[in-house]
C-alpha cells in the first residue's frame, strides 16, 4: 500500500511576526540584511530600535524594509492607533513569535541582566509575554562589541545571567572588527541569525538526538591526478543536515568532495574515499541515535593506487586496472548490535532509474535497514528539486515533488514519528 503525503512543509517564519530590535553598533547595517531575510521567508517585522541604534542606521531604511513605522520610543503621543493605550512597550510583542536582539550592544546586555527599563529596547525585553507553553516569546540575542568589551568578565557575567534568564545568546564571530582590532566580538552575519531564528521556530522533534549523516559521492585514487568519481551533488544529505539541525539534533555530516557550504550548526567532517568514510562512520555511529546514508559511495576502488601519474607508454595500450569491491558502509552499520536492537536507527537511500517501489523495497530487506528512501537518480543529480518514496514496515509513503530542503523536512518529521514509536 502507498499512501501520499501532499503537502510541503511551510517555511519555518511563515506567517510569523518576528520583533527585531535594534541597540547602538556599527553591525547595525548587518540587522537591514536580516530584515530583509525574515521578510522574504513570509514573516512580518516590526523594528524597534534604540537612540544609540539610529546613530548607526536610518530609522527610514529599517521602515522602508520592513513595511512599518519603526518604533523608537516608549512615549508615544497616542495618535497612533495601534498604540492607542499610549504603551507601546507592551503591544509590540504581544503578537509577536520572536524577539531578536541584533545588534545587542554590551550596555544593551547589562540592562537586559538587571532588567534595566530606560528606554524602548530593554523595556519592551523585559515586558515579554509568556507564551501558551507558558514560556517567554523568545529572546535570541546577537551580541556585537569590541573584542575586549566582549571578554570582559562584566560582559561574560551579563550575557551568562541573560541565558540564565531565558534568552537564547547566540555567540559572535571572530576577525577584523570596525575598531581595528581583531579578535572575538563581531556579531553573526545575517543568514546565520536567521538560521538560528529558523531553529527556535521549528519543532524540536529530534531535540537531545544524535544524528549522523553521509553525503556526496566519494573519489577514489587512480593515481596522485586521477579518480572515479560519480555525478552526487551531496545537496540531498546537506538539506537532511539542515533540517535535522532545525529539529534539535546535535549533527554529524561525513561529507564526501563536494563544494556545498556547510549548514550552521552542524559538525562536518571532509572524507575523499569509500575506505575514509567507513573509518568515520564507524568512529561517530557508536554514539548516534540515527544513520542517514545518502552518499553515492563507489562500488569498486582501484586495487593498486598507482604512486606516480601514470603514462602513456606509445603502445596504444591504456594501463589494466585492476578493481577491488569496496565496503558496504550502511550495510556495515545496520548489522551492528545497536542497530539489530533498534538503538540506532538506519535510513538508506536508493537512486533507482525505473521501479522505484519494487526496487526501494528489496533494497530495505538486502540492506536491513529499517526506513528506505527511493529517489529516481537521473533525475535528481545535482538538482534542487527531488521525490522521494518513503518505504519502512508500514509501508510506502509517497512525498510530493518539492525543493529538496522541503523534502528534508519531511523526511526528518517522518523519522522523528518512526524513531518517538520505537522509544
Ligand atoms: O547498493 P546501493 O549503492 O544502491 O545502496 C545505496 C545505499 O547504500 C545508500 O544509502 C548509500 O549511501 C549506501 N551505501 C553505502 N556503502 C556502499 C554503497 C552504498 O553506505 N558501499
Redesign the pocket.
Known sequence: MTSNTTALPPHPLHQRHIVLALSGGVAGYKAAELCRLIIKAGATVQVVMSEAATRFITPTTMQALSGRPVVLSQWVSGSDAADANGMPHINTTRAADAVVLAPASADMIAKLAQGRADEIVSLMCLARPLNAGGHSVPLLVAPAMNREMWQHPATQRNLAQVAADGATVLGVGNGEQACGETGDGRMLEAAEIFEDLCMALSAPLLAGKRVLI?AGP?YEPIDPVRGITNRSSGKMGFAIAQAARRAGAQVTLLAGPVALPTPRGVQRINVTT?AD??AA?QAHAPQADIF????????WRVAQVAPHKLKKDGSGQPPALQFA?????????AASPRAQSGDLYC??????SQDLLANAQA?RQ??G?PL??GNIGPDTFGRDDNTLLLVDAHGATSLPPGPKADLAVLLVEHIAARTLQRA
Open positions: 553521509t566519494t569509500a568514510l567507513l562512520t542517514i546514508a545518502t552518499a553515492a559511495v563507489a562500488d569491491e569496496n565496503p558496504d558502509i550502511l550495510a556495515t552499520v535510513v538508506g537511500f536508493a537512486a533507482e533494497k538486502r540492506k535497514v528506505l528512501v
